[in-house]
């Protein structure tokens, strides 16, 4: 048999064993634990660099994202800047534009009034020309615009040139006069009263009260010697005579322009119109010289046609 002290040493022994087993296994419990607290703390210090990492990326690409959101921003403003500009350019060149087509379209108005008178007047010409220079055409219309002016010193004639009843004539046919009317193509006398007129010229404006047919002014530069003329007026009296001849020539006879004509012109003819195939005014007659045939003149219509054209802007 064991002893008591045999018994308490193998107890001890035993006890001392087992301690040093659980020593042992708890410091390899430990090692273990710290192994993987290390490789944890590791992990996450991998995990951290990482995130940093993409942190940082993350972070250079919102910059470069912004920097070029303000460089889009930056070309955006300047675009529309430049929209806006064009914009403003477009606006004028349309109001421009819009301008010009106005100012065209008046032109191209005034061209066709002009082209249309044109047209007329030269369909008035070859009319006339069909008719082997035949004025009977136009006299029937011209004849209405022609007045017989009488006074207490003598007859004369006259052209109605404006619609309102303005009429010109020779001053000599109303100069000294008191009293006089004027008779119209349909046979009405009317009150006739003195616009304005200017005795160098010879030229004088009346006025009576009416609506009538007028005649208009023609150019006589543009009328050449040759050119067939008619007269009308009341020679020796005779209302609404007409007469035919032609340009002679142009003479300038103190300072004044005149057709000198071989259209017969009498007492009376003074102040009537010397009219063009085209009916228009080219002439009033005048005067004629004594004891000479077919040299007879007439007032050229350019020679009076500013000073007319200026009293009836007036009136």
Known sequence: MHSPKHALFWSLFITVLLLGGLGYWQHYQLQQAKAQTAA??????????????????ITDAFQTSERQTAAAFDDVKTSLGKLGENIDLVYKEAQETERKAQELSGQLQTLKQESAE????????????????????????????VVSIRTDVGIGSGAIIDSAGYIVTNFHVINGAKSGNVRTFDGVAHAVSVVAADQEKDIAVLKIDGTFSRLKFGDSNNVDVGRRVIALGSPAG?????????????????????????VALNPGNSGGPLVDASGKIVGISNFKLKDYEGLNFAITSNAIKDFVESIL???
């Open 118 to 145: 044109k047209i007329s007047e030269l369909e008035k010409r070859l009319q006339l020309n069909l008719k082997t220079q035949d004025f009977s055409g136009i006299v029937e219309d011209v004849i209405k615009s």
């Open 313 to 315: 802007t007036q009136v």
């Open 238 to 262: 005779l209302e609404f005579s007409v007469n035919e001849g032609i340009i002679s020539g142009r003479r300038v006879i103190n300072g004044k322009e005149y057709f000198q004509t071989d």
């Open 40 to 57: 944890a703390l590791q992990e996450l210090r991998n995990q951290g660099a990482e995130l940093s990492k993409n942190l940082k990326d």
